[in-house]
């Protein structure tokens, strides 16, 4: 029955063939009848009848003059021989019938013309050189032109002949080819039984890849039957996502028939008749004919569908169980916090204080390195309490720990032991070093209760004790217990002092304990005397001896508060640091400088200097080198600058006085007595050498660049905070220029420019409330197919008064300012949202690639906005496309990665933007996740015209299908620009040539459309 079937199959389309080619061997017969290429017989017999007309007149001229008798006889053998001819007559010069055959009188009528038609000829007859006498032909018509009448013509028994005769002979010759051609005959009926108890789909093809064998799990796959897979290409069964003109370049089978090697493990998605889409495993084996020729190729489909699901699923809950992971970990961090922490001061609590402190006690005692631990007690705490109440004494407990807190270092510990009572530990700082911490902890407890309370009270102090490892303390407990037994000699000996234990103080009574200040450092010290006798006349103290003695302990204590006095004074006017005036001091400074200008007509110039990259500095080689690096360049401005110069250690704003030796990387220079602008311009560029030369910290060179901007006193103002606010405003401007090493000179169109910043600041953020964004779409174009492959999303700010604005207006400016993640998360909602629209109107093929700028990258949450952006909408990972370019990128490459790899490993394409502007290193090409790469459109530009950017582009793209990567070529704008990239073998292009960027409703009518 299959047979049969199969017979019927083939005879029936063999017939309606021949019969078609029947018809149109018949067509090109008529044709060329109609246009004169076959034989005419109307024109034959004109031809024929012309030639015995003029054959008849020379022989009937030859018998009027030699045999006049047989003249009657020939014409009449002539009207008896020759059909056609039906009558014939001879007439003489005076129109008389001299001579007649047949009917001619009736025949001829009544023709009376002197010419020669088609069935009347005349035949003049010539003797002696005169017309003798006339010959009248009568001929039968000539045969008609129509149809009907023409019926039994030599071209309709031809066609006649090819309908009946070329039918058939049409039908076996096609019958023969169909069962040559058959590709079930390749393959015998029982192969095809084997191959259809597999349970993975199989494919055999021929050397032109059709399919000569599809077994009935293949089939089945597609909803389709065996048979009807026969003689189809393999190519053309409508493999997803698979350029129509590409497919020798991507399809594994054409890879195995072209290098008769086996291709295996590759992946192809297709969509079948149920709209589900089928994933599978491809592995392709070449078929080796004679001579080790490829004849064909057999196929393995692995159908991965629902493991491919499955593997979406766990990645899902790995990424689910990485978050809630997080969490935990966050969560534990908390929890680890709090149980280690005292909850009123945020120090370590008594518990967690001795394990930390063993650990670090074992280290030193290990290393044979320095440890010394502080105990701190506020002084009279009780009185505080009750004077002021517990709340009150909670501030100024929470007030001791803030300064024990600043005072210590990152890896020192600071413990709570209950009450007012404080313990601090200090790894590798000695006994000395200890006890210069323990006093900036004691003054500083003592000036911030009287700054902060002032008269109101209450003025606070603490007393300390300070002890060292070196001391013998054989555990911590020993050791604090040093550091608490100075501080009881501390508190009983006076209080708001700091002590230092010492083991022959630890018997003594109290009566014989004497403190004394060293002067030279600050630190009180415990120095204990032995009694010795006494005679008589020692016991008895006069009252005059105890006067002079309390006058010089007077006296001792009005020096040291004079000494106290100045280094304070010193401390608010001085950089701690560099020892460079502060702030405060510059604006004094300033202010002189102004009042000697206007009295002797001088000028004066305010310039700040800001050490570029300082921050990535103290990152890589530490604060303390950092500040080794601000001391040597302090030194070198003192030394290159006149002593007259002011010269000061500046903060980021110029209102704030800054006493810190932390964090400061800005410097400014007062110029005063100057003569003329060119003065301040020759000290300038003495500052700028400076920077020229290499720094050396720690026997390691260190290059660093500075940005100058400089005021005058009075042409630019005549006020310390106006000069300021003036040349930090154009030291700003010199940071935007382009090199290093720049100085700048304020002017008034600074100012207005920054009030411009200051309006645009406050514009995007009514912008960034009010939503004022659109997105515009620019379709990218598969130069192959011709067809629209995905879009980008650019943003517009559509202003209230000023229309709509390109991003060239705002994004760098919000990038600078810190609203670009704000900005992106709204640009990222959008873009999601249009997606999905264009998702429901049946839009399946095309990506919206979405632009991610540096700050973006650096948010470690990102990853997991976007993945629930698209949780939201619901919307296939494979819609969306990440743009970043190579210098976001280089801000934190390992942060950067790990984000795009869990993006990537979702379905999400990533895409390297302005490809070729960047760093374009293969080595860090490599290791990305990257699907695209974007040829940046100043390479495009003049492609047709210059070598050097056509033998860079061409480069790029074949480098990126080396590494099986897509290219996208944007700011195509010509015909001649896309030609040439059609012969690079480009992918996409991007541009006006194609289009601009459109608002969403006119890019979804291109799409519909394309």
């Given at each position: 029955?299959?047979?049969?079937?199969?017979?019927?199959?083939?005879?029936?389309?063999?017939?309606?063939?021949?019969?078609?080619?029947?018809?149109?061997?018949?067509?090109?017969?008529?044709?060329?009848?109609?246009?004169?290429?076959?034989?005419?017989?109307?024109?034959?017999?004109l031809r024929a009848r012309k030639i015995i007309s003029e054959s008849l007149a020379i022989q009937f001229s030859i018998l009027a003059v030699n045999a006049e008798s047989q003249f009657y006889h020939f014409l009449e053998v002539i009207?008896?021989?020759?059909?056609?001819?039906?009558?014939?007559?001879?007439?003489?010069?005076?129109?008389?019938?001299?001579?007649?055959?047949?009917?001619?009188?009736?025949?001829?009528?009544?023709?009376?013309?002197?010419?020669?038609?088609?069935?009347?000829?005349?035949?003049?007859?010539?003797?002696?050189?005169?017309?003798?006498?006339?010959?009248?032909?009568?001929?039968?018509?000539?045969?008609?032109?129509?149809?009907?009448?023409?019926?039994?013509?030599?071209?309709?028994?031809?066609?006649?002949?090819?309908?009946?005769?070329?039918?058939?002979?049409?039908?076996?010759?096609?019958?023969?080819?169909?069962?040559?051609?058959?590709?079930?005959?390749?393959?015998?009926?029982?192969?095809?039984?084997?191959?259809?108890?597999?349970?993975?789909?199989?494919?055999?093809?021929?050397?032109?890849?059709?399919?000569?064998?599809?077994?009935?799990?293949?089939?089945?796959?597609?909803?389709?039957?065996?048979?009807?897979?026969?003689?189809?290409?393999?190519?053309?069964?409508?493999?997803?996502?698979?350029?129509?003109?590409?497919?020798?370049?991507?399809?594994?089978?054409?890879?195995?028939?072209?290098?008769?090697?086996?291709?295996?493990?590759?992946?192809?998605?297709?969509?079948?008749?149920?709209?589900?889409?089928?994933?599978?495993?491809?592995?392709?084996?070449?078929?080796?004919?004679?001579?080790?020729?490829?004849?064909?190729?057999?196929?393995?489909?692995?159908?991965?569908?629902?493991?491919?699901?499955?593997?979406?699923?766990?990645?899902?809950?790995?990424?689910?169980?990485?978050?809630?992971?997080?969490?935990?970990?966050?969560?534990?961090?908390?929890?680890?916090?709090?149980?280690?922490?005292?909850?009123?001061?945020?120090?370590?609590?008594?518990?967690?204080?001795?394990?930390?402190?063993?650990?670090?006690?074992?280290?030193?005692?290990?290393?044979?390195?320095?440890?010394?631990?502080?105990?701190?007690?506020?002084?009279?705490?009780?009185?505080?309490?009750?004077?002021?109440?517990?709340?009150?004494?909670?501030?100024?407990?929470?007030?001791?720990?803030?300064?024990?807190?600043?005072?210590?270092?990152?890896?020192?510990?600071?413990?709570?032991?209950?009450?007012?009572?404080?313990?601090?530990?200090?790894?590798?700082?000695?006994?000395?070093?200890?006890?210069?911490?323990?006093?900036?902890?004691?003054?500083?407890?003592?000036?911030?209760?009287?700054?902060?309370?002032?008269?109101?009270?209450?003025?606070?102090?603490?007393?300390?004790?300070?002890?060292?490892?070196?001391?013998?303390?054989?555990?911590?407990?020993?050791?604090?217990?040093?550091?608490?037994?100075?501080?009881?000699?501390?508190?009983?000996?006076?209080?708001?002092?700091?002590?230092?234990?010492?083991?022959?103080?630890?018997?003594?009574?109290?009566?014989?304990?004497?403190?004394?200040?060293?002067?030279?450092?600050?630190?009180?010290?415990?120095?204990?005397?032995?009694?010795?006798?006494?005679?008589?006349?020692?016991?008895?103290?006069?009252?005059?001896?105890?006067?002079?003695?309390?006058?010089?302990?007077?006296?001792?204590?009005?020096?040291?508060?004079?000494?106290?006095?100045?280094?304070?004074?010193?401390?608010?006017?001085?950089?701690?640091?560099?020892?460079?005036?502060?702030?405060?001091?510059?604006?004094?400074?300033?202010?002189?400088?102004?009042?000697?200008?206007?009295?002797?007509?001088?000028?004066?110039?305010?310039?700040?200097?800001?050490?570029?990259?300082?921050?990535?500095?103290?990152?890589?080689?530490?604060?303390?080198?950092?500040?080794?690096?601000?001391?040597?360049?302090?030194?070198?401005?003192?030394?290159?600058?006149?002593?007259?110069?002011?010269?000061?250690?500046?903060?980021?704003?110029?209102?704030?006085?800054?006493?810190?030796?932390?964090?400061?990387?800005?410097?400014?220079?007062?110029?005063?007595?100057?003569?003329?602008?060119?003065?301040?311009?020759?000290?300038?560029?003495?500052?700028?050498?400076?920077?020229?030369?290499?720094?050396?910290?720690?026997?390691?060179?260190?290059?660093?660049?500075?940005?100058?901007?400089?005021?005058?006193?009075?042409?630019?103002?005549?006020?310390?905070?106006?000069?300021?606010?003036?040349?930090l405003a154009a030291k700003q401007h010199a940071k935007q220029m382009p090199g290093k090493n720049n100085f700048q000179y304020y002017d008034a169109q600074m100012q207005t420019f920054s009030k411009q910043q200051m309006q645009l600041?406050?514009?995007?953020?009514?912008?960034?409330?009010?939503?004022?964004?659109?997105?515009?779409?620019?379709?990218?174009?598969?130069?192959?197919?011709?067809?629209?492959?995905?879009?980008e999303a650019l943003i517009r700010w559509n202003h209230p008064e000023q229309g709509i604005l390109s991003p060239y207006h705002f994004i760098e400016f919000a990038e600078k300012r810190g609203f670009i993640e704000e900005i992106g998360?709204?640009?990222?909602?959008?873009?999601?949202?249009?997606?999905?629209?264009?998702?429901?109107?049946?839009?399946?093929?095309?990506?919206?690639?979405?632009?991610?700028?540096?700050?973006?990258?650096?948010?470690?949450?990102?990853?997991?906005?976007?993945?629930?952006?698209?949780?939201?909408?619901?919307?296939?990972?494979?819609?969306?496309?990440?743009?970043?370019?190579?210098?976001?990128?280089?801000?934190?490459?390992?942060?950067?990665?790990?984000?795009?790899?869990?993006?990537?490993?979702?379905?999400?394409?990533?895409?390297?933007?302005?490809?070729?502007?960047?760093?374009?290193?293969?080595?860090?090409?490599?290791?990305?996740?990257?699907?695209?790469?974007?040829?940046?459109?100043?390479?495009?530009?003049?492609?047709?015209?210059?070598?050097?950017?056509?033998?860079?582009?061409?480069?790029?793209?074949?480098?990126?299908?080396?590494?099986?990567?897509?290219?996208?070529?944007?700011?195509?704008?010509?015909?001649?620009?896309?030609?040439?990239?059609?012969?690079?073998?480009?992918?996409?292009?991007?541009?006006?040539?194609?289009?601009?960027?459109?608002?969403?409703?006119?890019?979804?009518?291109?799409?519909?459309?394309?």
């Open positions: 029955m299959n047979k049969l079937t199969k017979k019927v199959s083939h005879i029936l389309p063999a017939m309606r063939i021949s019969f078609a080619l029947v018809l149109l061997t018949i067509s090109l017969l008529l044709i060329g009848d109609l246009i004169g290429f076959t034989p005419n017989e109307r024109q034959a017999e009207v008896n021989r020759d059909n056609t001819i039906l009558t014939a007559g001879i007439r003489n010069n005076d129109g008389d019938l001299v001579f007649h055959v047949g009917n001619h009188t009736e025949q001829w009528g009544d023709y009376k013309s002197q010419k020669s038609t088609a069935n009347n000829i005349l035949v003049p007859i010539f003797k002696e050189g005169k017309i003798w006498r006339t010959v009248e032909l009568k001929f039968a018509p000539l045969r008609p032109d129509s149809f009907p009448d023409n019926i039994d013509s030599s071209i309709y028994k031809l066609v006649l002949f090819i309908l009946i005769f070329g039918f058939f002979a049409y039908l076996l010759f096609i019958l023969r080819t169909l069962r040559q051609l058959d590709p079930s005959a390749v393959v015998p009926e029982r192969v095809n039984a084997a191959f259809d108890t597999l349970a993975e789909g199989v494919l055999i093809l021929d050397e032109k890849e059709q399919i000569v064998l599809a077994n009935k799990a293949f089939a089945e796959k597609l909803g389709r039957t065996p048979s009807s897979l026969l003689g189809i290409k393999a190519s053309e069964l409508n493999w997803k996502d698979k350029p129509k003109d590409t497919v020798k370049e991507i399809l594994p089978w054409t890879s195995a028939l072209q290098s008769g090697k086996t291709n295996m493990g590759y992946k192809l998605d297709l969509p079948v008749s149920s709209g589900a889409v089928k994933k599978f495993v491809v592995n392709c084996a070449p078929i080796s004919g004679d001579h080790n020729i490829t004849q064909g190729v057999l196929i393995t489909f692995n159908d991965v569908t629902v493991l491919e699901q499955k593997n979406i699923e766990l990645s899902s809950l790995v990424s689910q169980l990485e978050i809630t992971q997080v969490e935990v970990t966050q969560q534990n961090k908390e929890l680890h916090f709090l149980s280690t922490r005292d909850p009123l001061t945020g120090c370590l609590n008594r518990r967690a204080f001795y394990e930390a402190f063993g650990i670090e006690f074992a280290k030193a005692k290990k290393e044979g390195s320095e440890l010394s631990c502080l105990m701190a007690d506020i002084d009279h705490f009780k009185l505080v309490n009750d004077n002021y109440g517990h709340s009150r004494g909670d501030d100024i407990i929470q007030l001791l720990a803030d300064i024990l807190h600043s005072n210590s270092r990152k890896n020192d510990l600071v413990g709570r032991y209950g009450g007012e009572e404080f313990c601090v530990v200090l790894p590798g700082l000695s006994a000395d070093d200890a006890i210069s911490v323990a006093e900036r902890i004691r003054l500083g407890i003592m000036n911030d209760s009287i700054r902060i309370y002032e008269e109101a009270g209450p003025n606070v102090t603490a007393s300390l004790g300070v002890a060292s490892i070196f001391d013998h303390a054989a555990n911590p407990a020993e050791l604090n217990d040093q550091a608490d037994k100075a501080l009881y000699v501390a508190k009983e000996s006076g209080r708001n002092r700091v002590i230092r234990w010492n083991p022959r103080q630890e018997k003594l009574p109290e009566s014989e304990v004497k403190t004394s200040e060293s002067t030279a450092g600050l630190q009180p010290l415990v120095t204990a005397h032995s009694t010795t006798p006494s005679d008589d006349k020692e016991q008895t103290t006069s009252s005059t001896a105890e006067i002079n003695r309390l006058q010089i302990q007077i006296k001792e204590l009005e020096s040291l508060a004079s000494k106290f006095s100045q280094e304070l004074q010193y401390s608010q006017n001085y950089d701690s640091l560099t020892n460079l005036p502060n702030q405060a001091l510059f604006y004094d400074r300033i202010a002189q400088a102004i009042i000697r200008g206007h009295r002797y007509d001088y000028l004066a110039g305010v310039v700040t200097i800001d050490v570029s990259l300082f921050n990535e500095i103290n990152s890589s080689i530490g604060r303390a080198s950092g500040d080794i690096l601000l001391k040597e360049l302090a030194d070198r401005l003192i030394g290159v600058l006149r002593k007259t110069d002011g010269l000061t250690l500046l903060s980021h704003t110029f209102n704030e006085v800054t006493i810190s030796r932390f964090g400061a990387d800005e410097f400014g220079v007062l110029l005063t007595d100057l003569k003329s602008k060119d003065s301040a311009t020759w000290i300038i560029e003495r500052i700028l050498d400076i920077f020229s030369l290499p720094f050396e910290v720690n026997s390691q060179k260190i290059y660093i660049t500075c940005n100058l901007g400089v005021s005058l006193f009075p042409v630019d103002a005549d006020g310390p905070e106006e000069l300021i606010r003036q040349s600041e406050i514009e995007i953020r009514r912008a960034i409330k009010n939503e004022e964004w659109m997105l515009f779409y620019q379709p990218k174009v598969d130069i192959a197919s011709g067809k629209i492959k995905g879009v998360s709204w640009v990222l909602k959008t873009a999601c949202a249009q997606a999905k629209e264009w998702l429901s109107l049946g839009i399946e093929d095309v990506k919206v690639a979405i632009n991610l700028a540096p700050d973006q990258l650096r948010h470690k949450y990102l990853a997991k906005q976007i993945l629930a952006m698209l949780d939201e909408f619901e919307l296939p990972p494979r819609h969306i496309e990440l743009e970043v370019t190579e210098t976001s990128l280089m801000y934190d490459l390992n942060a950067a990665l790990d984000i795009l790899n869990r993006l990537h490993c979702r379905g999400i394409a990533i895409t390297i933007d302005d490809f070729g502007t960047g760093y374009s290193s293969l080595s860090y090409l490599k290791n990305l996740p990257v699907d695209t790469l974007k040829i940046d459109r100043s390479f495009i530009i003049d492609i047709v015209t210059d070598d050097y950017d056509k033998n860079i582009v061409k480069t790029v793209i074949s480098m990126a299908h080396g590494m099986d990567l897509l290219v996208v070529a944007e700011g195509v704008e010509t015909q001649e620009q896309y030609d040439l990239l059609q012969t690079m073998s480009c992918d996409v292009i991007q541009g006006y040539l194609f289009s601009k960027p459109l608002p969403a409703s006119e890019v979804t009518k291109l799409l519909l459309e394309s």
